[in-house]
């Protein structure tokens, strides 16, 4: 079956993380092949491409984000055969696949690296960022703690490392690397895939000279990101790597650059832009005063989101599509996070939902997301696997906090309170395996019976509701509005987002209640689309005010008499 040719505002991506996904041969990891399984369960809740998470071979000291070799699979995942049938089998059903390419770094165990420590005259040398000394060139500390300088073992050279020092960072300076990863680019595009995620990539510049910075913690270091993030001259990689691999083959890009500055999008996703797509993170940050440390907590309102949301809106639709997205595999469910005591309420997991769904920018789904999964409680540090996690435990320790609230910090923000098995049924372990998980599963899910067996024939699950709103922007009379009109935030109640989709005639008002009690908002007259409350009556009715009451978490899309009123005045003048 010939896939359907999409432009990149239609699709509608599925993050997995594979790891965690669907287990097929009982080792408590799940693999490709688990994938396959439930290809026609993706297809039915109506996504058009997958994220695939790493699947290269790593000694997984970064869940796979530490890759030993770009063009192999990891054996827990299968072998290049299973990645071969999955590419096909989706294909068949209209699913791309979009592959997440780690390019700032590799594993200290990638063969580049061992020969590039074993011998300093190798080109392979010329790959990486190494200084030589006798002390740590500065005092720089790497996104998951402690120094961003590794000392060689008998020599006097150190290695840099923005993340963990199993991690050495790329060096993109030296023309001979950056062709070997055009030829990586070019492996994958022949095997099918359609679309890359850049991991990390606004990192991949760094300074000509390193010096010492003003430290920002009791460890004596500055976080590395003030000097290794978005650094002068990251456009010119980018750029040549666009031209090189992605441009002339329609390839959809989708770059990880925490931090980027808006004024600098129209470079990234402008017409001559070097990415599709890029995230910004400032909406899903807004809980901690820095993304570096989980401890620093930050009060947020309603009103602080939405301000962030129509920022982040306002500047990335002068200039592309843009992304939508609440959860991914570094962030805790949204769930937890935004709706905070109220995480069980049924409405408001929907309200969610029809917030993600009706803003601007691609829809970006991580798997669980579509059941209302919500955080985890792990008791102590023991059972944290999330090497960030740990680190923001220590880190949390050595700024004073008792080991309870550093633990309960962790809990809140944990990478792996995304990364649990997914819950299929309520069997052992969810369904994910027959065997004990490489990671434990949510049990405070598990109580609560959140499963997709248990929500797949229910017309009234946070699930069939993800499948209508999925369906109104691929296939309803409201599909290119949603997926291209412009967005206005609009004025109303402080406790209420609310916001327009506009395209030629056609205008939808979408209002997402996050109180947990009624509350009255400015409206307009209009066709009700989809509450996430059952409703029989499609006519909003509003006072003479212009004023409607949402019950608690109450969401509404609406399609506005403005769009009739255009249609008689068109007909009028013809």
């Not at 809740?45 to 970064?62: F, N, R, V």
């Not at 000509?208 to 270091?221: F, I, L, S, V």
């Not at 905070?340 to 939902?353: A, E, I, N, S, T």
């Not at 922007?473 to 987002?497: H, P, Q, Y």
Request: charged share 30%.
């Amino acid at each position: 079956m010939k896939q359907q040719k999409r432009k990149p505002e239609q699709e509608i991506i599925y993050q997995i993380y594979p790891k965690s996904f669907q287990d097929t041969n009982h080792d408590g990891i799940g693999d490709l092949r688990g994938i396959i399984n439930h290809l026609d369960d993706l297809r039915d809740l109506g996504i058009t491409m997958i994220w695939l998470c790493p699947i290269y071979p790593s000694p997984m000291e970064d869940n796979g984000y530490d890759v030993a070799d770009y063009k192999a699979i990891h054996p827990d995942f299968g072998t290049m055969e299973d990645m071969d049938r999955l590419i096909e089998e989706a294909g068949k059903r209209d699913i791309s696949l979009m592959l997440d390419l780690v390019l700032n770094h590799t594993s200290s165990r990638h063969k580049w690296f061992e020969k590039a420590v074993q011998d300093p005259g190798s080109k392979e040398h010329g790959y990486y960022i190494f200084e030589k000394g006798k002390e740590e060139p500065n005092n720089l500390r790497s996104v998951f703690g402690g120094s961003v300088w590794e000392k060689v073992r008998g020599r006097n050279e150190y290695y840099f490392h923005s993340f963990g020092k199993g991690q050495p960072d790329l060096n993109w300076e030296n023309p001979a690397l950056r062709q070997e990863i055009y030829q990586i680019i070019e492996f994958w595009k022949r095997k099918g895939i359609k679309a890359f995620r850049m991991d990390a990539i606004n990192f991949i510049k760094k300074p000509e000279k390193w010096r010492r910075m003003e430290a920002d913690g009791p460890d004596g270091r500055c976080k590395c990101t003030k000097v290794v993030r978005n650094h002068p001259g990251l456009l010119d990689y980018l750029h040549e790597m666009n031209e090189k691999c992605f441009k002339s083959d329609g390839i959809v890009t989708v770059g990880e650059t925490a931090g980027l500055p808006y004024d600098q999008l129209e470079e990234y996703i402008g017409k001559n832009g070097c990415f599709t797509m890029v995230f910004d993170f400032r909406h899903a940050d807004l809980d901690i005063r820095s993304g570096d440390e989980w401890f620093s907590r930050a009060e947020w309102k309603t009103a602080d989101l939405k301000k962030r949301l129509e920022v982040s809106c306002s500047h990335i639709q002068k200039y592309g599509p843009g992304t939508s997205f609440l959860e991914n595999h570094d962030q805790p469910r949204v769930t937890t996070k935004y709706l905070r005591k109220d995480q069980d309420d049924p409405y408001g997991k929907k309200m969610l939902g029809m917030l993600q769904m009706g803003l601007r920018g691609v829809p970006f789904l991580f798997q669980g997301q579509e059941l209302g999964m919500i955080n985890f409680e792990r008791t102590d540090v023991s059972e944290l696997e999330d090497i960030s996690s740990i680190d923001q435990f220590g880190r949390a320790r050595e700024c004073g906090y008792s080991a309870e609230e550093a633990l309960h910090f962790v809990n809140l923000r944990s990478r792996d309170n995304a990364r649990v098995p997914y819950p299929w049924n309520e069997e052992k372990y969810g369904g994910f395996s027959d065997a004990d998980p490489w990671l434990a599963c949510n049990e405070q899910a598990q109580k609560r019976r959140i499963c997709f067996e248990n929500q797949k024939n229910d017309p009234d699950s946070v699930l069939s509701f993800y499948k209508k709103l999925i369906s109104l922007r691929k296939s309803s009379d409201w599909s290119d509005t949603l997926n291209a009109g412009r967005i206005r935030f609009e004025e109303g109640n402080e406790e209420v987002i609310a916001f327009t989709r506009q395209k030629e005639e056609k205008e939808l008002l979408v209002l997402c209640s996050f109180a947990d009690h009624p509350v009255k908002t400015l409206c307009r007259k209009g066709t009700l689309i989809l509450d996430n409350y059952k409703e029989t009556d499609m006519n909003v009715k509003v006072d003479e005010e212009g004023m409607i009451i949402l019950r608690p978490f109450e969401a509404m899309m609406i399609e506005t008499e403005k769009r009739r009123e255009n249609e008689r005045h068109r007909e009028s003048v013809n």
